[in-house]
Antibody, heavy 120, light 108 residues
Framework: EVQLVESGGGLVKPGGSLRLSCDASGFTLSNYSMNWVRQAPGKGLEWVSSVDSTSTFIYYADSMKGRFIISRDNAKNSLSLHMTSLRAEDTAVYYC?????????????WGRGTLVTVSS | SYVLIQSPSLSVAPGKTARITCGGDNVGRKSVHWYQQKPGQAPLLVIYYDTDRPSGIPERFSGSNSGNSATLIISRVGAGDEADYYCQVWDSSTDRVIFGGGTKLTVL
């Protein structure tokens, strides 16, 4: 089955760090650009970051730049998001999403998400 | 920065047509994608490149994009179409993915 499964979410204190993972199955991750999108409770979708198939090109939303790092391990079919200096406003469900091709920025496959709660 | 504007809510009677709009400066010059999100679920791509429909999405879903407005059109609306709908573009001038604020579709 073609799917994405996120993990690593949880409760973290303000200023803390967390690393999210996204495991791909049923397809070859190295053929696609990958993305993180988040959704705060009761709010809309917010793009976080995108990485091309070879990690040559990486983009971040302004509010995450310098605090979040996206990375991928194509050999393990896995995508990661390392989040540091976390703030209350980073509380959200974090989804990984597959691009249909290389940097079309069109997301045809989504995981079910992992919840990150930043609170003291 | 580029902004996409969506009305927060839309109510439509069953069997009628829903038109969900997404406004942006010259959005007609960009490729617009639409996602459906039901409560507790991940988003689902329903329209891409303004008018194309992924396999498995009913023909009742269609799209248009011109000038400063893109539109998702859902004909013969049913209870199963109740969801939040988001438009999305890639802004090449800033290298950012932009989502609209979302429209909650209610079927009366």
């Amino acid at each position: 089955e073609v799917q994405l499964v996120e993990s690593g979410g949880g409760l973290v204190k303000p200023g803390g760090s967390l690393r999210l993972s996204c495991d791909a199955s049923g397809f070859t991750l190295s053929n696609y650009s990958m993305n993180w999108v988040r959704q705060a409770p009761g709010k809309g979708l917010e793009w976080v970051s995108s990485v091309d198939s070879t990690s040559t090109f990486i983009y971040y939303a302004d509010s995450m730049k310098g605090r979040f790092i996206i990375s991928r391990d194509n050999a393990k079919n896995s995508l990661s998001l390392h989040m540091t200096s976390l703030r209350a406003e980073d509380t959200a469900v974090y989804y990984c999403a597959r691009d249909v091709d290389s940097f079309n920025f069109l997301f045809d496959l989504w995981g079910r998400g992992t919840l990150v709660t930043v609170s003291s | 920065s580029y902004v996409l504007i969506q009305s927060p809510s839309l109510s439509v009677a069953p069997g009628k047509t829903a038109r969900i709009t997404c406004g942006g400066d010259n959005v007609g010059r960009k490729s617009v994608h639409w996602y459906q999100q039901k409560p507790g679920q991940a988003p689902l791509l329903v329209i891409y490149y303004d008018t194309d429909r992924p396999s498995g999405i009913p023909e009742r879903f269609s799209g248009s994009n011109s000038g400063n407005s893109a539109t998702l059109i859902i004909s013969r609306v049913g209870a199963g179409d109740e969801a939040d709908y988001y438009c999305q573009v890639w802004d090449s001038s800033t290298d950012r993915v932009i989502f609209g604020g979302g429209t909650k579709l209610t079927v009366l």
